[in-house]
């Protein structure tokens, strides 16, 4: 039996739309872990997975017979800047598994070699950023955020050089597709119209079939886009996740999270929250995160509008009729998560206020975002935890007026205690990927010593289960372990 079988539409365009190259093979390759769920999910063999014969593949060494790799050609607007040619410069696509209800899931080799698109780059990944998307993925997944996942994590055996030499590590990832806002981008700044109407009709196909049968398929397709756009950047919102690197180019057309370089989670919860080295103006701040995502799309739209309509007044209508949504189709996503994780039931009036009330507390009184939530939960079962949770606060007694009203609101609604505690457990988790133990974990794996990563993917994949013995990893980083920066392709650093 292969390892994989694959039937790789995206091949199936034309050329100019990716270009065929081999991984290049590497030294001494070794199986760091195997996401052993997601292969069986996928329907694939874990045990020859696991094997020299898969490891190799997963390295880069071997290509399966009949399969033919690919890196993908697009551009993107980097923090606000146009790039017209960028491309998978440092990963290949093996091809796509067909699922039994007929989706299709992207298998790709992040740091596997140079390819056309590297721009002097040396295509390869260092063990840190491959092990950091690896545990930022599987716990997003896990959260209940829509996302690219990890399959598989291989060293190298060979260094990578950056500003130091670092080990290096190749990063199989599994996604709904690598379709991206850049992908249209692409085809649109070169005027090629022959090309963005195929690639139109292929992401319809992959991802929104269903448009193809309206009147307008074009807009239907849009549409989809900006409904999971808003809905992937109020989750973020809501478990204080920033990405760091909202760049066009890393904002798909699935709805998926993809990318994880410099991202990290709240701790403190501020708005104007900011890890990246590179975002030296605060573009991708956590509180700007639905604005940006906004803008990408409204690039998205450039790129169709010679497809939404021949008139391009008409066409213009289009792009502002389905843009205009966004804001209040972020705000009922981002609404309703927020209600939940306040244990309100059914909305009523004045929720809103309540929830940006909560916000406003948190921000002004520098409390941990998660840990303000799952405190919020044992205060919904008994008023014995309120002073638990105000002491979260830079000024407990500042708290009071908003508990008041929100232990009003809770009456409205005809919920026993220990049940709306369960339901807020539920949503509010008790573990996220705390910067200081993910950095923890990356420096103990540069000294050959995975327990650490092993032990926060083992927690992480229970986010929202109590876990006894594992209170470490649910505190707040003390002052001397805060990280203060995250890089793209190096170790988080501090200062």
Known sequence: MPLFTFDTSYARLPPRF???RDPTPVPSPSLLRLNVPLARELGLDA?????????????GNAVPEGVEPIALAY???????FVPQLGDGRALLLGELVMPAGERRDVQLKGSGRTPF??????????????????????MHALGVPTARALAAVRTGAPVFRETPLPGAVLTRVASSHLRVGTFEYLAARDDADGLKLLVEHAIARHDPSAAQAEHPVRAFFDGVVARQASLVARWMLVGFVHGVMNTDNTTISGETLDYGPCAFLDVHDPRAVWSAIDTHGRYAYGHQPRIVAWNLARLAECLLPLFDDAEELAIAHAHEALARFPDRYDAAFGAGLRSKLGLGTARDGDADLGQGFLTLLAEGAADHTLAFRHLCDAAEDTAHDAPFAALFNDPAAVAPWLARWRQRLAEDDVPAAERARAMRAVNA???????????????????????????????????????GRERCARPPREEERVRQTFCCTRARRT
């Open 75 to 81: 551009a993107g607007h980097q923090f606000g800047g």
């Open 430 to 468: 008790r573990f996220i990927p705390r910067n200081h133990l993910v950095e923890e974990a990356l420096r103990a794996a540069h000294d050959d010593d995975l327990g650490p990563f092993e032990a926060l993917l083992d927690g992480h994949s229970r986010p929202f289960a109590e876990q006894p």
């Open 18 to 20: 990716w270009a065929r």
């Open 47 to 59: 045990d020859a997975l696991a094997s020299p014969e898969g490891v190799a593949v997963l390295a």
């Open 118 to 139: 590297s721009r002097g780059g040396d295509g390869r990944a260092a063990l840190g950023p491959v092990l950091r998307e690896y545990i930022v993925a599987e716990a």
